[in-house]
């Protein structure tokens, strides 16, 4: 079955056309400036036929998919003979509010339940919402699937959910915690459970901490196999420092500062999600690799930076081990997390107590899926590659499956 994964941002559509059987990537690419009057490019790469960059307006979603089934077609750049080779598609779909749990063939029934929830992430949703739009009317007939970000998470206790405000917030208005990245938090953890099982653990019992670090940043606590708690909230905002969200931080700071800078709620909103984490602390980058150069320079805010991002991370273990009551694995994975040594280093240093103990060799040189923990550290530390494309792929083939 050949499924074409699509991630529709308000000017973006990337997508991968992925074989379910083989799990081979066929094709991928990247529409941008989808909307915007000039500039607008496709960035294409089919397996073994090589990089193509076209240059072409696009008014709307529904121009770049046209765009984008030629590139697949095409005998010079593509991957399919015919559009009609595609069996399904899988979108991702950043909120699933209460509503879903599980990814779910799309209808219009669905399309409508996620317009109503797309108050809860209004830059994403709705974006969301244009891709599947625009395959439906070019691919009637073929299943779409809607995979969403939150539905991993869903298995949360209400008391980890729940915010200590009036109750009726809940239940007029959904404010709870959501938790994002389920995709790959997914992924990671199918794939840690496989690893931990031949080292003999009982996949089903295992207690796992998942950190998904890259320019967003989550955790997450999963015993067997169910999550049981999130850092991100409501919104991706809470929880770790990133590149440039605060994160975690005392609610009154934000009062203070509409007050003390005559600042509007967007003024407020674009301080705590765009202007703060790593970019805030430092004034240099928001880009890890930058940060890790400019403390290796002797820049103190750099190197304070890279203490915060991995003092946040050390307490949520913490924090996680206790909520499970125990620990059998964590696991780095994201641009940061499969790639920053440092930050492995620092996250897991004296943490002997916890049984986490980093091989500081292994550490340094392993890369792609490896355990690089000490044998005699009863915590297992994991590098999982995501894969949250393949991981949509899959959601989508079974959902498929599934119904017929």
């Keep these: 079955m050949k499924i074409l994964v699509l991630n529709s941002g308000s000017s973006s559509l990337k997508y991968q056309l992925i074989d379910s059987d083989t799990e ?22 089919a397996a073994s036929k090589g990089k193509v960059e ?14 984008i089934f030629a590139l697949l077609t095409d005998p010079a750049n593509g991957a399919i003979r015919s559009i009609e080779e595609i069996s399904a598609v899988g979108h991702r779909v950043v909120h699933g509010g209460e509503k879903f749990a ?11 339940e996620i317009d109503k929830i797309s108050s809860l992430a209004p830059l994403h949703n709705p974006s969301n919402l244009k891709g599947i739009r625009a395959c439906m009317r070019l691919m009637p007939g073929v299943p ?21 405000l009036p109750y009726k917030y809940y239940t007029h208005y959904g404010v709870r915690r959501y938790g994002f990245h389920g995709t790959s ?6 794939q840690a ?11 089903d019992a295992t207690k796992i901490i998942t950190c998904h670090l890259g320019n967003g940043c989550s955790m997450a606590a999963v015993k067997g196999g169910k999550v049981v708690d999130t850092s991100m909230g409501m919104t991706p905002a809470e929880g770790l420092v990133m590149g440039t969200r605060a994160g975690d931080l005392d609610p009154a700071i934000l009062i203070h500062l509409s007050r003390e800078l005559g600042a509007s709620i967007d003024d407020i909103d674009n301080i705590i999600n765009k202007k703060s984490g790593l970019l805030g602390i430092t004034g240099v980058s928001s880009d890890m690799r930058d940060v890790e150069n400019a403390a290796a320079e002797g820049n103190q805010r750099a190197d304070l930076a890279l203490s915060i991002f991995c003092y946040r991370i050390k307490k949520y273990i913490g924090a996680y081990a206790a909520a499970m009551g125990g620990l059998d694995a964590i696991i780095f994975t994201g641009g940061i997390g499969e790639n920053s040594r440092a930050v492995r ?7 002997e107590f916890l049984g986490i103990e ?3 060799e292994k550490n340094d040189t392993l890369r792609g899926k490896a355990d690089i923990s000490k044998p005699s550290g009863k915590v297992k530390i994991l590098l999982v590659p995501t894969n949250e494309e393949l991981m949509i792929a899959r959601e989508t083939s079974h959902v498929v499956e599934a119904a017929d």
């Design 185 to 190: 938090h997914r992924f990671v953890t199918r």
């Design 345 to 351: 280093q620092r996250v897991c240093r004296d943490m």
């Design 54 to 67: 076209v240059e072409v307006d696009m008014p709307n979603h529904q121009n770049a998919l046209d765009y």
């Design 193 to 203: 459970q496989k690893m931990l099982q031949e080292m003999g653990f009982d996949p």
């Design 358 to 360: 980093l091989d500081e």
């Design 144 to 164: 779409q699937v809607a995979v969403f970000d939150t539905a991993f998470h869903a298995t949360m206790p209400n008391y980890a959910y729940i915010y200590a």
């Design 24 to 45: 081979q990537v066929l094709a991928k690419g990247i529409a941008e400036r989808i909307g915007i009057a000039d500039g607008g490019k496709i960035k294409h790469e």
């Design 102 to 112: 599980d990814s779910i063939r799309v209808d219009e029934e669905t399309i409508n």
